[in-house]
Structure formats: structure tokens, C-alpha cells
């Protein structure tokens, strides 16, 4: 009975040992070594300060060869565009009121593509609530490409879903 016991309890034993030994290992690799630290006075060294002993300040020294991981890259403009084609993609995807809302008013959006994207999602979600914010972004725009992708949104959310001609799509 009693290496019924002991076995399962040395075994667990060895098993949180080995993940605890993982886990330091993996905080190695991810901070190989502790920063310099140096002194202020090696530093800068300050001629001009009075003779009176400063207690030493200790600062971290920051090495130029690792760039701080952590550190986000920012976010360029082309990024933002398909981030937020992808966002009015998903919305359209949803069938809640409010998400209808967010792909609408980006129809204001000053950049075209994130426009055409927001006309796109608001086609997809397939309601005709989104007629009259397309109507109004229709009046809004000069160019005439545009204005050709508005009209056909409005066309096709205008065609009711129980019509011959819509069964025919």
C-alpha cells in the first residue's frame, strides 16, 4: 500500500519539478541576462559638482543592439486600410442593428477605399435601412466610378427579397 502511494506522489513530484526547470528556461530565452547597471558617476562624470560625496544613482544601461521587443511597430496607412476593410467585412457578417450603423458611417470615410468597402459590407448585409445613407453618399461624391458602385447598391437593397428578379441572382 505503500508504493501505491508513494509512486503517484513521486511522480507528480517529478512532473512539476521538470515544468518548473520549462518554465525558467523559457524566461531565459525571452531575458537572457539581467541590464548593465551602471553607476551615474561613470555615466557622466561631473567636474563642476561640489566636493560633498553624492550617494551613487543607478542606472540601467540600454544596449542599441536589441531593440526593445515590446515596442509596436507603428501603424501604416495601408495597414489601416485593411484593418478596416476587414472590420466592415465582419460587421457585415452580423445581423445586429448596430453594426449596420458602424458600416454606414463609414461612407464618410475621406479615404475611397475604406468607402467602397463600407458600400460593399452595407450590400452585403442585405437591408434596405441603408438606402437612404447611400443615397446621401451618392450626392456626396464627384467621382463617377463611385457613383456607378453607389447606385448599383441602392438598385440591388431596393429589389425586394420575395421578387422574381431578385430569385433570378
Given at each position: 500500500?505503500r508504493?501505491?502511494?508513494?509512486?503517484?506522489?513521486?511522480?507528480?513530484g517529478?512532473i512539476?519539478l521538470?515544468?518548473?526547470?520549462?518554465?525558467?528556461?523559457?524566461?531565459?530565452?525571452?531575458?537572457?541576462?539581467?541590464?548593465?547597471?551602471k553607476?551615474?558617476?561613470?555615466v557622466?562624470?561631473?567636474?563642476?559638482?561640489?566636493?560633498?560625496?553624492?550617494?551613487?544613482?543607478?542606472?540601467?544601461?540600454?544596449?542599441?543592439?536589441?531593440?526593445?521587443?515590446?515596442?509596436?511597430?507603428?501603424?501604416?496607412?495601408?495597414?489601416?486600410?485593411?484593418r478596416?476593410?476587414?472590420e466592415?467585412?465582419?460587421?457585415?457578417?452580423?445581423?445586429?442593428?448596430?453594426?449596420?450603423?458602424?458600416?454606414?458611417?463609414?461612407?464618410?470615410?475621406?479615404?475611397?477605399?475604406?468607402?467602397?468597402?463600407?458600400?460593399?459590407?452595407?450590400?452585403?448585409?442585405?437591408?434596405?435601412?441603408?438606402?437612404?445613407?447611400?443615397?446621401?453618399?451618392?450626392?456626396?461624391?464627384?467621382?463617377?466610378?463611385?457613383?456607378?458602385?453607389?447606385s448599383?447598391?441602392?438598385?440591388?437593397?431596393?429589389?425586394p427579397?420575395?421578387?422574381?428578379?431578385?430569385?433570378?441572382?
Amino acid at each position: 500500500m505503500r508504493a501505491k502511494v508513494i509512486i503517484p506522489v513521486g511522480l507528480f513530484g517529478l512532473i512539476g519539478l521538470l515544468a518548473i526547470s520549462l518554465a525558467h528556461r523559457r524566461l531565459k530565452q525571452i531575458d537572457p541576462a539581467p541590464p548593465e547597471v551602471k553607476s551615474v558617476s561613470e555615466v557622466s562624470p561631473d567636474t563642476s559638482a561640489p566636493s560633498a560625496v553624492a550617494p551613487p544613482v543607478f542606472i540601467p544601461a540600454v544596449s542599441a543592439a536589441a531593440p526593445d521587443s515590446t515596442l509596436a511597430e507603428p501603424e501604416t496607412h495601408e495597414d489601416y486600410i485593411n484593418r478596416r476593410i476587414g472590420e466592415l467585412m465582419d460587421l457585415a457578417m452580423t445581423d445586429e442593428q448596430s453594426a449596420l450603423v458602424v458600416i454606414l458611417s463609414e461612407l464618410t470615410n475621406p479615404d475611397a477605399q475604406v468607402r467602397n468597402a463600407a458600400v460593399d459590407a452595407a450590400v452585403q448585409f442585405k437591408s434596405p435601412d441603408a438606402i437612404p445613407s447611400l443615397q446621401g453618399a451618392y450626392n456626396r461624391t464627384d467621382d463617377p466610378q463611385e457613383k456607378i458602385r453607389i447606385s448599383s447598391a441602392i438598385e440591388f437593397l431596393a429589389v425586394p427579397a420575395a421578387s422574381p428578379i431578385a430569385e433570378q441572382n
